[in-house]
């Protein structure tokens, strides 16, 4: 079975700070995809970034970085120089690309950032 | 390009009664996923289409059901509503490639509450 874990319920620091959201998956499958979204108080869920299990390569965009780590299933998100702006709920997800194709999200973490 | 809609965005319903929502898929797309998010279960996946046929199903029980149409336009269906059938319901667009699900782009999503 699928399962993405994100341990932090709550997240809140004061802009500027950088904040790192953390969240660890399980499957069996050797081929996935990982995803992060952002839910704001309007309800939309917006797509951040997706990985590719094959790719462990880590990135930077913009303000956003995330670091892949296969060996121990973990997809960590940070935001640099955070913005009153990024305050919203952000989830983690994976997704099959054999058998039943959909999102297993996780359980999100409130993100409050601070003036 | 237009995002992902959905209407209506707002609905009360009391229980006993039946609700139909709709998405309307970004230009291009033919894959229509809906899910469900309540504070108690977190996002869950309900079905998913594709070429108007339902290629995958969550564990829901019989009273959701939905379509797709030729135009890939979807609607979701809730019979005998309950209580607990109050939440918010997302779609969520995607291409298709090489049998495929790519990103998921969500609409934002219709907020249902049954009294």
């Not at chain 1, 892949?68 to 997809?75: A, G, I, R, V, Y």
């Not at chain 1, 640099?80 to 099959?96: E, G, K, N």
Request: aromatic residues 14%; glycine residues 8%; positive net charge.
């Amino acid at each position: 079975a699928q399962k993405v874990t994100q341990a932090q319920t709550e997240i809140s620091v004061v802009e500027k700070e950088d904040v790192t959201l953390d969240c660890v998956y399980e499957t069996r499958d050797t081929t996935y995809y990982l995803f992060w979204y952002k839910q704001p108080p309007s309800g939309e869920l917006v797509f951040l970034i997706r990985r590719n299990s094959f790719d462990e390569q880590n990135e930077i965009s913009g303000r956003y970085s995330w670091n892949f780590q296969k060996s121990t299933s973990s997809f960590n998100f940070t935001i640099t120089a955070s913005q009153v702006v990024d305050s919203a709920v952000y989830f983690c997800a994976l997704y099959r690309i054999q058998g039943a194709q959909k999102l297993v999200f996780g359980q999100g973490t409130r993100l409050t950032i601070n003036p | 390009k237009a995002g992902v809609t959905q209407t209506p965005r707002y609905l009360i319903k009391t229980r006993g009664q039946q609700v139909t929502l709709s998405c309307s898929p970004i230009s291009g797309h033919r894959s229509v996923s809906w899910y469900q998010q309540t504070p108690g279960q977190g996002l869950q996946f309900l079905f998913e289409y594709f070429s108007e046929t339902q290629r995958n199903k969550g564990n829901f029980p019989g009273r959701f059901s939905g379509r797709q149409f030729s135009n890939s336009r979807s609607e979701m269906n809730v019979s005998t509503l309950e209580l607990g059938d109050s939440a918010l319901y997302l779609c969520a667009s995607s291409l298709i490639l090489a049998g495929n699900q790519e990103t998921q782009y969500f609409g934002p999503g219709t907020r249902l509450l049954v009294l």
